[in-house]
């Protein structure tokens, strides 16, 4: 496995948000984290990411055997050891090119990133990783546009292709399909599924369509406890998860429980978690 909580808890005040959560995740694995509105799955991001400082617990990456413990890293760290979100909120240099975001991202995560005086040609291996990436999300004909000149879809494929120049072990999708116009829908499919069969993922959504169709695993929190885990179809079975949902999804799978609409659906991320 490259990923491990134990006794994971974040209370805030009287409120427990996320509560003792145990949870294991594979290398190659896709996995869904869903529950309704408030159960804790952004405060388990940021615990991940070390956005937030548990109250109790452990959060450790790595494979078996060089597990490395991150409980009280900050978010740098916790991405230099290979766990890499991508944010609700859009965090890309608006005004750079969709290339230079990307390009600066690979750089950024390379091991000397700090020495001004690297060679020209090391430069030129960022520049090419940049390329590979934006083929890969789907952006190559888009690399000389200013990132602020995207579709909010074509915007997502941007945060996923920043999180992949990080070479993470863990890359968390947070919301990748939030504001994306339903055309382009099968597209941000496409690239979980593509960026799962190389890292595992583990991915908020709202969209109960979309994770259902792409998930191997779904993890439900409900008031910041895992209340079932297992394969989509035996998830959408299960009663508990039913009444966590308060009958707003629909066990046959025609309905979305909580499709969160594009405008709002980036408001999440707290005050400073960035
Ligand atoms: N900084 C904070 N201070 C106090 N309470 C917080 C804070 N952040 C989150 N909470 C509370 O913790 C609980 C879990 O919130 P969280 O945002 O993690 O849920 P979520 O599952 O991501 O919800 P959504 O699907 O609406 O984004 C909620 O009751 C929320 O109000």
Same mark, same amino acid.
């Given at each position: 496995?490259?990923? @491990?909580? @134990? ?59 060089? @597990? ?63 390329? !590979? ?11 000389? !546009? ?9 915007? @997502? ?16 999708? =947070? ?11 099968? =597209?941000?499919? =496409? ?37 079932? =885990? ?39 991320? !707290?005050?400073?978690?960035?």
């Amino acid at each position: 496995m490259v990923l @491990r909580t @134990r006794g994971l808890t974040k209370e805030f005040g009287g409120l427990t948000a996320v509560d003792d959560v145990d949870f294991e995740l594979g290398s190659g694995e896709l996995c869904s984290l869903i529950g309704p509105n408030g159960a804790g799955k952004t405060t388990f991001f940021d615990l991940l990411t070390g956005v937030l400082e548990p109250t109790a617990g452990t959060v450790e990456v790595g494979p078996d055997g060089s @597990r490395t413990d991150v409980t009280d890293a900050a978010p740098h760290e916790t991405a230099r050891l290979g766990i890499h979100r991508s944010y609700q909120v859009t965090n890309v240099f608006p005004t750079s090119t969709v290339f230079e975001n990307v390009r600066i991202a690979a750089q950024a995560a390379g091991s000397d990133a700090t020495n001004f005086w690297r060679n020209a040609e090391t430069f030129g291996e960022y520049r090419e990783e940049a390329r !590979r990436i934006l083929d890969r999300v789907g952006l190559a004909a888009d690399a000389d !546009r200013p990132a602020s000149a995207l579709s909010h879809g074509a915007k @997502r494929q941007l945060e996923v292709g920043i999180a992949l120049a990080g070479d993470p072990d863990v890359l968390l999708l =947070d919301e990748p399909n939030a504001g994306v116009s339903s055309e382009s829908v099968g =597209d941000i499919i =496409d690239l979980i599924e593509d960026v799962a069969t190389d890292h595992a993922v583990l991915l908020v959504e709202h969209n109960m369509d979309i994770v259902m169709n792409v998930s191997e695993r779904v993890v439900v929190l409900n008031r910041g406890s895992v209340i079932a =885990d297992g394969d989509p179809a035996a998830v959408r079975a299960d009663e508990t998860v039913q009444e966590a949902y308060l009958g707003g999804y629909d066990p046959s799978g025609a309905g979305s429980p909580d499709t969160v609409d594009s405008e709002n659906a980036g408001d999440s991320p !707290r005050e400073g978690s960035a």
